[in-house]
């Protein structure tokens, strides 16, 4: 039986510190200096840099980026341009907090790595390397637990991308979405109408190909922990009725308040036949993940089992 050569790069989190000291002079470094300055602080070996996954793709890089993706979303590092990266206040606490390194469960103290973050991962969190406590897990609950991983992952970069642009684009990417989940009709007939005069809601998809019954959308394109309260939800529904419609979609990059989930129940609960159903950040980023909207498949794993019936 042959072995697996044995790995001598450090485990991921532990390029987290250093990704902040080779930082800390707050110059902006594009990923590539970022990775290899990091690898010189590091004082990484040849054969370590060599080191390979099963993929081909260097183990180091492999576990430099999962540092940095971990990086950002405590919001310890910014991202001032595409593939570029700087220091923040919140890296230099940290900085000073940990001077022997720290780990992703102290970054989870921090309320931006927190935010959306699914409600299962305390229990179905795996690290991009299997570790002792993944062990006990058979290879496809390996590769499923790595999926929820990088999903929540991907889910958090796709809300700050969301709020980062104008309202405009998160508009236009309900729709894309709507659309992609079979609303629109055979024809997929949906319209924007965000802007002055627009009576109250951002869009219109058809169910039918005759647009006779119609799915009015708002969007809201807010900040964390500005939560859409109940009086918004009394304006969409007032909306609707303006326009002579039924139902409506909520969606926000944010969240709703408690007051605003139980007025949308009662509406779609009462006698009427006005329905309008809340979407928010945490479940905009599912569906988007999902229906392919503002992602790409990256790499596709196949598990592959005998066929009993070949050997029949």
């Given amino acids: 039986m042959t072995t697996s050569p044995a790995i001598t790069v450090p485990v991921w989190q532990q390029f987290m510190r250093p990704v902040l000291e080779v930082l800390s ?21 040849e054969s370590q840099l060599a080191e390979q996954l099963a993929s081909g793709q260097p183990r180091a890089e492999n576990r430099i980026g999962w540092a940095i993706s971990d990086l950002v979303r405590a919001e310890a590092v910014s991202k001032p341009a595409r593939a570029q990266f700087q220091i ?48 006990e897990l058979d290879p496809v609950e390996q590769m499923e637990s790595g ?22 684009f998160l508009e236009q990417s309900v729709l894309d979405l709507l659309v992609n989940m079979g609303y629109g009709g055979t ?30 959308v708002q969007a809201k394109r807010y900040g964390q922990g500005n ?26 990059t944010s969240s709703f308040s408690q007051g605003a989930i139980e007025f949308a129940k009662s509406i779609s609960d009462s006698a009427g036949n006005t329905r309008i159903v809340l979407i928010d950040g945490e479940r905009l980023a599912r569906l988007m993940i999902k229906y392919g909207v503002g992602v790409q498949s990256v790499r596709t794993f196949t598990v592959v089992a005998v066929d009993e019936d070949y050997f029949e």
């Fill in 187 to 216: 024809e997929k007939l949906a319209q924007r109408l965000g802007g002055s005069g627009d009576g109250g809601v951002d869009g219109v998809i058809d169910q039918d190909a005759l647009g006779l019954d119609r799915v009015y």
């Fill in 147 to 168: 999926e929820r991983r990088l999903h929540a992952d991907v889910g958090v970069e796709l809300i700050k991308r969301l709020r980062a642009q104008a309202p405009e």
């Fill in 227 to 252: 939560v859409v309260q109940r009086p918004e939800v009394q304006g969409f529904a007032g909306a609707l009725q303006g326009v002579g419609a039924t139902r409506g979609i909520f969606i926000t």
């Fill in 88 to 135: 923040t206040e919140a890296g230099r606490k940290l900085l000073q907090q940990y001077p022997n390194g720290f780990t992703e469960k102290d970054l989870q103290s921090i309320p931006a790595y927190r935010a959306y973050e699914p409600p299962t991962r305390a229990t179905a969190s795996v690290s991009p390397i299997v570790s002792a406590e993944d062990a």
């Fill in 25 to 45: 002079d707050g110059v902006v470094r594009p990923r590539r200096q970022l990775r290899d300055e990091t690898f010189a602080h590091m004082r990484l070996t």
